[in-house]
């Protein structure tokens, strides 16, 4: 009993170290090029401002003049980093970060189907540390992690688990792009009413959490906030991986209005019904985080950290060669390789347009790829799919 114990020690420490190696040369990299994680000091400046009666929404910090855009309900959970100093926030979202990284490693792949060990999660969590999602999620202090982390683990408990929806409707509550999943769970069927009623219910109690104790700042979000996109910035920079983006940067118009919204509206109506029609749940969870990436107005490259759930579906599929590419893509930072200084988004020559907008293609492609699974095979009624096609290397 002591010789296993002592084995599973150093089993255990070895497989620390590569995590360790890779957290440690990114905090070097953090320091030597004075990366001030924004993002968590607008964060501090809104538990700031919820703490002492400061204006939430009309307050700009950092030299980027950065603004509040998350519900109220977000500015409570950020209260206590209102007592922190700066260097100590910085450690306490790099830490945080880190094992929320290795949080999402495990529940993909339990989404997988595939539970790996303590070793494969380490190494997994060391090298997905560097696709540029996760590292910008680090670099700007962000939350993303934390917001993948609720909604995977809600959605891969067990169906009829007590409170399953819970952590969605927070997620939703405080960022809202995740309430796209309570559609997903009323069009999956299969008794998940209850669970989108729960999802529902915990988001309405996150709006009236921030309403009670924030009265004010609730009514200028919910009343005016909430639809100024602007606040969060501008669409058509290459940051902007969204249809949006595309769209904008393709046009060259900084407002493209109805010259985005329709074909957004399409991609949202075809990404939930193709995520309806999935027999795979796996499948189906991807799809609709994918497409709520798609059809946000504003999907920063860092709100993609759903790519560690995706390769590790790939890879649990047996798409060894289509994981590769995924993560490629997600390693190569070709938006950031083209000129995008000032305006010059807004002046991408078409050959570099798909350089400008990697994740949005790759998202179109899986949704792409997904229809085509879908469509029913020569010959047979509509609704009826092939059943050669193997349920566990395809979309089902």
């Known amino acids: 009993m002591l010789e296993r114990t002592v084995a599973f020690r ?7 170290v590569l995590p360790a190696l890779s957290f440690t040369a990114l905090v070097v990299l953090c320091v030597v090029r004075r990366f001030d994680l924004s993002d968590a000091l ?7 401002a919820a703490l002492h009666g400061g204006d939430l929404y009309g307050t700009a910090v950092t030299e980027w003049h950065l603004w509040a855009t998350y519900p109220p309900f977000a500015a409570l959970l950020f209260v206590p980093t209102a007592w922190l100093s700066a260097p100590v926030l910085k450690a306490v979202f790099l830490a945080g970060n880190a094992l929320l990284l290795a949080c999402l490693v495990r529940l993909s792949t339990r989404l997988a189907g595939r539970p790996a060990g303590l070793p494969a999660v380490c190494a997994a969590t060391a ?7 996760v590292f910008q ?3 700007y202090g962000q939350v993303n992690l934390a917001v993948a982390c609720l909604v995977l683990w809600d959605l891969t408990r067990p169906p009829g688990a007590r409170a399953r929806g819970a952590a969605l409707g927070v997620a939703a509550g405080i960022k809202l792009t995740p309430a796209l999943f309570v559609v997903h769970l009323l069009l999956r069927g299969r008794g998940r009413g209850r669970e989108a009623a729960t999802a529902t219910a915990a988001f309405a109690a996150t709006v009236a959490a921030g309403a009670a104790v924030l009265p004010a700042a609730s009514v200028d979000f919910w009343t005016g906030r909430l639809f100024e996109t602007g606040r969060v910035g501008k669409p058509y920079i290459v940051d902007n991986q969204s249809v949006q983006g595309v769209v904008a940067r393709a046009l060259r118009d900084a407002a493209p209005g109805p010259a985005w919204v329709l074909p957004s509206l399409a991609v949202a109506a075809a990404g939930l019904w193709l995520a309806r029609r999935a027999r795979d749940e796996r499948w189906a969870v991807l799809l609709t985080a994918v497409t709520a990436l798609l059809v946000s107005p504003i ?4 709100h993609w950290v759903w790519c560690v759930p995706l390769i590790a579906v790939l890879l649990a599929a047996g798409h060894r060669r ?3 590419l995924t993560a490629l893509v997600f390693t ?7 000129p995008h200084d ?3 988004d807004l002046r991408v020559p078409w050959w570099q347009q798909p350089l400008a907008a990697p994740y949005t293609l790759l998202g179109l492609a899986l949704l792409a790829v997904a229809a085509r699974r879908l469509r029913p095979a020569a010959g047979r009624p509509p609704g009826q799919l092939s059943a050669r096609i193997s349920s566990a290397s395809t979309i089902r």
């Open 299 to 302: 999907s920063w490259s860092h």
């Open 137 to 139: 999620t680090f670099v």
């Open 42 to 48: 607008v964060y501090q400046a809104e538990g700031r």
């Open 322 to 324: 289509w994981a590769a």
């Open 127 to 133: 090298l997905a540390l560097w696709l540029e999602p």
């Open 332 to 338: 190569a930072r070709t938006m950031w390789m083209i």
């Open 10 to 16: 150093s089993r255990a420490a070895t497989a620390l």
């Open 342 to 344: 000032g305006d010059l």
